[in-house]
């Protein structure tokens, strides 16, 4: 265990707020010298490469890295302190104007930070509902209890039938404590039974609430079936808590989570495992290739870790909702590095879970 | 040979290279490992702190390694993983004493 460090990387000054730095110690250029195969040559050799998109299903829209908790693994490098990063309404207009002229998309997946932070929260939500998409919220949980403005986040949430995935990376207090802070496990359980209250996860109400599992380590998740069912028993059991499904999500090596594992000796060693667990079969079903992730400021990415590394798309001269093209996205080759590596290990990894 | 080549960490990793000197057997070990240490009657969880409390019984340095990686990696925490190491270690302290009747008979049976 480390001691838990309680400020972003910007705030600390960290070298690894410079994405330069991370693309470069990914590379084996810096720090670690690895002898790994790179994510291109994998996918070569199983006749995957170059990566291309699907249609384009879920707009992933970052709005803002402020956020009332500093977990260890964060790949946003989100924090209190990031007050400047946060999406303004006419960026969140240009993006609902894409919403509505893209039929394909039928979600609109929003994510921080912690998103009901941003001002425009409500409203943008309200304005995707009447286009008719479905709209997910990526909750941390303890932001429902960190202001009485936001305590009636779960009606809200229910009254336009906000599906709600939320990290919960364990049901024991101490493992998730490690991770995102003293007393998280506590508030998050705490307003867990306040979506309950409201209907979420439980049956025939249709308001959906996920559960994202990840691990408090360097370590690979296990089985998603078999973790959501133990999550479900010891959640209702010691809490009377109740959920739809657990999502079990690998940590890639960025930002906080890359900063944890070269601090604690670990990076080696993760780098390795997730190699050597490749799996050519979660290759398909890799979120970049239906989703398209928009940053506060209005840029687009394959998927928010290649947001945090800042690898836009790779559509010369149309890298922006100003310029938002669908037909040249529909063209693009996804842009890939080490980091993707964690989302091909194993069962795979999602913003919906495993894959494979 | 020197004593350094006991108890090496990357043996570990080795492990699977045991089929290089006896594929047949190397292999037919490894399907039935696998097979038990899957999900079945019992989770995967469950199995992996069976084998967390017998690696520690038995001591080995390997075996511990690679549970505390798999009971981690299959959702059990400290708490879990401590309680099924104090399982091994009470079932050690009981089988020790277990015995400890035939030394009372014996002792009973030579003394006045
Ligand atoms: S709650 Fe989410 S966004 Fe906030 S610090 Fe934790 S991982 Fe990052
Ligand atoms: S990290 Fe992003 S670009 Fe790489 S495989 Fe995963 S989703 Fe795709």
């Known amino acids: 265990m480390t001691v838990r460090k309680n400020k972003s990387l910007a705030a600390r000054g960290s070298e690894l707020t410079d994405t330069m730095i991370q693309l470069r110690i990914l590379s ?22 170059p990566l291309r998109p699907a249609e384009l299903e879920i707009f992933q829209i970052n709005i803002g890295k402020l956020c009332n908790q500093v977990c260890a693994h964060c790949h946003v490098d989100a924090g209190p ?12 207009e240009r993006c609902l104007e894409i919403i509505a002229a893209v039929p394909s ?17 409500r409203w943008f939500v309200e304005e995707v509902c009447r286009l008719g998409k479905q709209v997910i919220d990526r909750c941390n949980l303890t932001v429902i209890l960190s202001n009485k403005k936001y305590h009636d986040l779960p009606e809200f949430f229910a009254r336009h039938g906000v599906t709600v995935v939320s990290s919960l990376p364990h049901y024991s207090r101490r493992r998730t404590d490690s991770q995102r802070g003293e007393g998280v496990f506590e508030r998050s359980i705490r307003a867990l039974q306040m979506l309950n209250e409201v209907g979420y996860g439980q049956p025939g109400t249709g308001l959906e609430l996920n559960l994202v599992y990840n691990p408090t380590g360097a370590f690979l998740p296990g089985d998603q079936q078999s973790l959501e069912a133990e999550f479900k028993r010891q959640l209702e059991r010691r ?27 670990n990076y080696e060693a993760y780098m390795e495992e997730l190699v050597q667990a490749f799996n050519p079969a979660a290759v398909p079903n890799v979120m970049c290739r239906n989703t398209i992730s928009v940053s506060w400021d209005g840029y687009l990415y394959d998927c928010d870790f290649n947001q945090m590394l800042d690898l836009k798309v790779a559509v010369p001269g149309k890298q922006h909702i100003n310029d938002f093209d669908i037909e040249a996205l529909k063209q693009r080759q996804i842009v890939l590095n080490r980091h993707c590596f964690g989302c091909t290990a194993g069962a795979g990894s999602s913003c919906g879970g495993q894959i494979a | 040979m020197s004593n350094d080549h006991y108890l090496k960490r990357d043996h570990l990793k080795k492990f699977g290279e045991i089929t290089d000197f006896q594929e047949e057997l190397g292999s037919k070990f490894f399907e039935y490992y696998n097979s038990v240490m899957d999900e079945g009657a019992l989770t995967r969880r469950e199995k992996a702190l069976i084998a967390l409390a017998v690696a520690h019984a038995q001591q080995c340095p390997y075996c511990i390694d690679a549970y505390t990686q798999a009971c981690l990696k299959e959702g059990a925490d400290e708490e879990q ?11 050690k302290a009981g089988i020790t004493l277990v015995f400890s009747v035939q030394m009372m008979e014996d002792v009973k049976k030579k003394t006045m």
Do not use: W
């Not at chain 1, 790994?36 to 040559?41: G, I, R, S, V």
């Open chain 1, 28 to 49: 084996g250029a810096e720090r670690a010298a690895l002898d790994l195969p790179t994510f291109e040559q994998k996918l070569e050799e199983c006749g995957q490469y």
């Open chain 1, 81 to 92: 302190d990031k007050k400047r990063e946060n999406m303004d309404r006419p960026t969140l």
């Open chain 1, 105 to 121: 998309i039928h979600t609109v997946d929003i994510t921080g930070g912690a998103p009901e932070l941003n001002p425009h929260f």
């Open chain 1, 239 to 265: 809490y009377g808590v109740r959920f739809n499904h657990l999502y079990c999500l690998t940590n890639l090596p960025v930002s906080r989570f890359l900063e944890y594992l070269l601090e604690t000796g």
């Open chain 2, 81 to 91: 993983m401590m309680e099924a190491v104090h399982v091994a270690a009470a079932m």
